[in-house]
Protein backbone atom coordinates (compact mmCIF):
# COMPACT_ATOMS: atom_id res chain seq x y z
CA UNK A 1 0.00 0.00 0.00
CA UNK A 2 1.29 3.67 -0.97
CA UNK A 3 -0.62 4.93 2.01
CA UNK A 4 -1.56 8.30 1.46
CA UNK A 5 -0.28 10.55 -1.51
CA UNK A 6 -0.18 13.69 -1.97
CA UNK A 7 1.32 15.90 -5.44
CA UNK A 8 2.81 18.44 -6.24
CA UNK A 9 5.34 18.33 -3.48
CA UNK A 10 5.87 21.93 -3.51
CA UNK A 11 3.69 25.02 -5.80
CA UNK A 12 4.78 28.58 -6.11
CA UNK A 13 1.50 30.47 -7.45
CA UNK A 14 1.06 34.08 -8.66
CA UNK A 15 -1.80 35.80 -6.63
CA UNK A 16 -5.16 35.41 -8.18
CA UNK A 17 -3.64 31.97 -10.18
CA UNK A 18 -5.65 28.53 -9.24
CA UNK A 19 -4.63 25.38 -8.56
CA UNK A 20 -5.68 22.04 -7.18
CA UNK A 21 -3.80 19.79 -4.59
CA UNK A 22 -4.16 16.33 -5.44
CA UNK A 23 -4.71 13.69 -3.02
CA UNK A 24 -5.25 10.13 -3.23
CA UNK A 25 -5.17 6.81 -0.87
CA UNK A 26 -5.27 3.11 -1.43
CA UNK A 27 -6.17 1.75 2.25
CA UNK A 28 -10.27 1.77 0.97
CA UNK A 29 -10.97 4.75 4.00
CA UNK A 30 -14.14 6.14 4.51
CA UNK A 31 -12.90 9.85 5.86
CA UNK A 32 -10.86 12.28 4.13
CA UNK A 33 -9.12 15.46 5.35
CA UNK A 34 -7.76 18.36 4.63
CA UNK A 35 -5.62 20.42 7.10
CA UNK A 36 -3.30 23.65 6.75
CA UNK A 37 -0.08 23.80 8.33
CA UNK A 38 1.27 27.48 9.82
CA UNK A 39 3.91 28.68 12.27
CA UNK A 40 2.55 28.74 15.67
CA UNK A 41 -0.66 27.64 14.85
CA UNK A 42 -0.42 23.74 14.56
CA UNK A 43 -2.77 22.03 12.02
CA UNK A 44 -6.22 23.59 10.90
CA UNK A 45 -9.09 21.43 9.70
CA UNK A 46 -10.15 23.04 5.86
CA UNK A 47 -12.24 20.76 4.96
CA UNK A 48 -13.57 16.51 5.86
CA UNK A 49 -15.44 14.31 3.32
CA UNK A 50 -17.29 10.80 5.56
CA UNK A 51 -17.47 8.71 2.33
CA UNK A 52 -17.78 9.70 -1.54
CA UNK A 53 -20.21 12.53 -2.46
CA UNK A 54 -20.03 13.77 1.00
CA UNK A 55 -18.08 16.89 2.12
CA UNK A 56 -18.21 19.71 4.48
CA UNK A 57 -16.22 22.40 6.34
CA UNK A 58 -13.73 22.50 8.65
CA UNK A 59 -12.12 25.54 10.79
CA UNK A 60 -10.87 27.54 8.14
CA UNK A 61 -13.00 26.56 4.98
CA UNK A 62 -12.88 30.28 2.67
CA UNK A 63 -10.93 30.15 -0.26
CA UNK A 64 -10.97 26.27 -0.48
CA UNK A 65 -13.07 24.00 -2.15
CA UNK A 66 -13.36 20.06 -2.14
CA UNK A 67 -15.55 17.70 -4.14
CA UNK A 68 -15.34 14.03 -2.85
CA UNK A 69 -16.42 11.84 -6.85
CA UNK A 70 -14.51 8.40 -5.62
CA UNK A 71 -13.45 6.65 -2.23
CA UNK A 72 -9.46 7.15 -3.23
CA UNK A 73 -9.48 10.57 -4.12
CA UNK A 74 -10.12 14.01 -2.23
CA UNK A 75 -8.76 16.94 -4.42
CA UNK A 76 -8.41 20.72 -2.68
CA UNK A 77 -8.91 23.45 -5.20
CA UNK A 78 -7.87 26.89 -4.43
CA UNK A 79 -9.65 28.83 -6.82
CA UNK A 80 -8.02 32.71 -6.46
CA UNK A 81 -4.85 32.10 -4.63
CA UNK A 82 -3.77 34.73 -1.67
CA UNK A 83 -0.57 35.25 -0.06
CA UNK A 84 -2.86 34.10 3.34
CA UNK A 85 -2.86 30.56 1.64
CA UNK A 86 0.97 30.17 1.45
CA UNK A 87 1.19 27.03 3.55
CA UNK A 88 1.69 23.35 3.76
CA UNK A 89 -0.93 21.51 3.30
CA UNK A 90 -1.97 17.84 4.70
CA UNK A 91 -4.77 15.61 3.26
CA UNK A 92 -5.30 12.87 5.95
CA UNK A 93 -7.64 9.46 6.05
CA UNK A 94 -9.06 6.97 8.80
CA UNK A 95 -11.13 4.13 8.64
CA UNK A 96 -14.41 3.89 9.95
CA UNK A 97 -13.29 0.63 11.22
CA UNK A 98 -10.49 1.92 13.35
CA UNK A 99 -11.28 5.71 13.80
CA UNK A 100 -8.07 5.98 16.25
CA UNK A 101 -5.94 6.08 13.26
CA UNK A 102 -5.90 8.55 11.23
CA UNK A 103 -2.73 8.37 8.11
CA UNK A 104 -1.14 12.06 7.33
CA UNK A 105 0.07 12.23 3.35
CA UNK A 106 3.77 13.83 3.22
CA UNK A 107 2.36 17.53 2.58
CA UNK A 108 2.43 19.81 -0.27
CA UNK A 109 4.27 22.98 0.41
CA UNK A 110 2.67 26.11 -0.94
CA UNK A 111 3.97 29.51 -1.71
CA UNK A 112 1.61 32.43 -3.13
CA UNK A 113 3.24 35.32 -4.50
CA UNK B 1 -7.00 32.48 23.28
CA UNK B 2 -6.56 29.39 21.12
CA UNK B 3 -8.37 26.01 22.16
CA UNK B 4 -5.48 24.02 22.99
CA UNK B 5 -2.00 25.80 24.48
CA UNK B 6 1.31 24.16 23.72
CA UNK B 7 3.89 25.19 24.71
CA UNK B 8 6.12 25.89 21.15
CA UNK B 9 9.97 25.14 22.39
CA UNK B 10 12.55 24.31 21.43
CA UNK B 11 12.92 22.17 23.65
CA UNK B 12 16.58 20.19 23.75
CA UNK B 13 18.03 17.49 26.58
CA UNK B 14 20.10 15.36 26.44
CA UNK B 15 19.99 11.60 25.72
CA UNK B 16 18.37 9.61 28.47
CA UNK B 17 16.71 12.39 29.64
CA UNK B 18 12.79 11.73 30.45
CA UNK B 19 10.97 14.46 28.43
CA UNK B 20 7.85 15.73 29.11
CA UNK B 21 5.30 17.22 27.15
CA UNK B 22 2.13 19.67 28.04
CA UNK B 23 -1.34 20.73 26.43
CA UNK B 24 -3.76 22.49 28.13
CA UNK B 25 -7.50 23.06 26.68
CA UNK B 26 -10.39 25.57 27.33
CA UNK B 27 -13.47 23.79 25.98
CA UNK B 28 -14.37 20.57 28.56
CA UNK B 29 -16.13 18.72 25.92
CA UNK B 30 -12.81 17.90 24.48
CA UNK B 31 -13.10 13.87 25.13
CA UNK B 32 -10.27 12.28 23.27
CA UNK B 33 -7.15 13.34 23.45
CA UNK B 34 -4.05 11.94 20.89
CA UNK B 35 -0.05 12.37 20.19
CA UNK B 36 1.70 12.60 17.23
CA UNK B 37 5.10 12.83 16.10
CA UNK B 38 5.88 14.56 13.21
CA UNK B 39 9.55 14.43 11.64
CA UNK B 40 11.15 17.08 9.28
CA UNK B 41 9.30 17.62 6.31
CA UNK B 42 7.13 14.60 7.16
CA UNK B 43 3.64 14.36 7.73
CA UNK B 44 2.37 13.77 11.15
CA UNK B 45 1.79 9.91 12.78
CA UNK B 46 -0.02 8.48 15.63
CA UNK B 47 2.23 7.64 18.90
CA UNK B 48 -1.02 7.69 21.32
CA UNK B 49 -4.76 8.07 21.79
CA UNK B 50 -6.81 7.93 24.86
CA UNK B 51 -10.21 9.24 26.23
CA UNK B 52 -10.23 8.71 29.80
CA UNK B 53 -8.55 10.08 32.38
CA UNK B 54 -5.57 8.57 33.58
CA UNK B 55 -2.74 7.23 32.15
CA UNK B 56 -1.69 5.09 29.02
CA UNK B 57 1.92 3.38 28.57
CA UNK B 58 3.28 2.20 25.43
CA UNK B 59 6.64 1.22 25.39
CA UNK B 60 9.18 4.02 26.70
CA UNK B 61 5.94 6.99 25.42
CA UNK B 62 3.55 7.11 28.42
CA UNK B 63 0.15 9.81 28.05
CA UNK B 64 -1.54 11.27 31.06
CA UNK B 65 -4.52 12.52 30.76
CA UNK B 66 -6.45 14.96 33.52
CA UNK B 67 -9.73 16.13 32.41
CA UNK B 68 -10.37 18.23 35.79
CA UNK B 69 -7.79 20.49 35.14
CA UNK B 70 -7.83 20.13 31.60
CA UNK B 71 -4.39 19.38 31.59
CA UNK B 72 -2.62 16.41 29.19
CA UNK B 73 0.92 15.31 28.93
CA UNK B 74 3.15 13.26 27.47
CA UNK B 75 6.11 11.23 28.89
CA UNK B 76 9.32 10.43 26.92
CA UNK B 77 11.35 7.74 29.04
CA UNK B 78 14.68 7.02 28.30
CA UNK B 79 14.58 9.77 24.98
CA UNK B 80 16.67 8.90 22.29
CA UNK B 81 17.99 11.14 19.08
CA UNK B 82 15.66 9.49 17.05
CA UNK B 83 12.85 10.65 19.23
CA UNK B 84 13.89 14.24 17.59
CA UNK B 85 10.91 15.48 16.36
CA UNK B 86 7.87 17.91 16.73
CA UNK B 87 5.39 16.74 19.02
CA UNK B 88 1.97 17.80 18.88
CA UNK B 89 -1.44 17.07 20.72
CA UNK B 90 -4.76 16.96 19.56
CA UNK B 91 -8.18 16.57 20.53
CA UNK B 92 -11.63 15.75 19.56
CA UNK B 93 -15.37 16.37 20.70
CA UNK B 94 -16.57 13.11 19.10
CA UNK B 95 -14.95 9.40 19.22
CA UNK B 96 -11.94 8.52 16.80
CA UNK B 97 -9.60 10.55 15.07
CA UNK B 98 -12.27 12.62 12.99
CA UNK B 99 -12.46 16.90 13.37
CA UNK B 100 -9.57 17.48 14.88
CA UNK B 101 -8.04 20.64 16.81
CA UNK B 102 -4.13 20.24 17.50
CA UNK B 103 -2.11 22.54 19.60
CA UNK B 104 0.56 24.36 18.07
CA UNK B 105 3.23 21.54 18.35
CA UNK B 106 6.75 21.39 20.95
CA UNK B 107 9.62 21.36 18.70
CA UNK B 108 11.89 18.71 20.58
CA UNK B 109 15.82 17.90 19.91
CA UNK B 110 17.70 14.94 22.09
CA UNK B 111 21.24 15.56 22.22
CA UNK B 112 23.47 12.23 22.12
Known amino acids: NAGVTQTPKFQVLKTGQSMTLQCAQD?????MSWYRQDPGMGLRLIHY???????DQGEVPNGYNVSRSTTEDFPLRLLSAAPSQTSVYFC????????????FGPGTRLLVL | QKEVEQDPGPLSVPEGAIVSLNCTYSNSAFQYFMWYRQYSRKGPELLMYTYSSGNKEDGRFTAQVDKSSKYISLFIRDSQPSDSATYLC????????????FGQGTRLTINP
Open chain 1, 49 to 55: SVGAGIT
Open chain 2, 90 to 101: AMSFIQGAQKLV
Open chain 1, 92 to 103: ASLSQGNQETQY
Open chain 1, 27 to 31: MNHEY
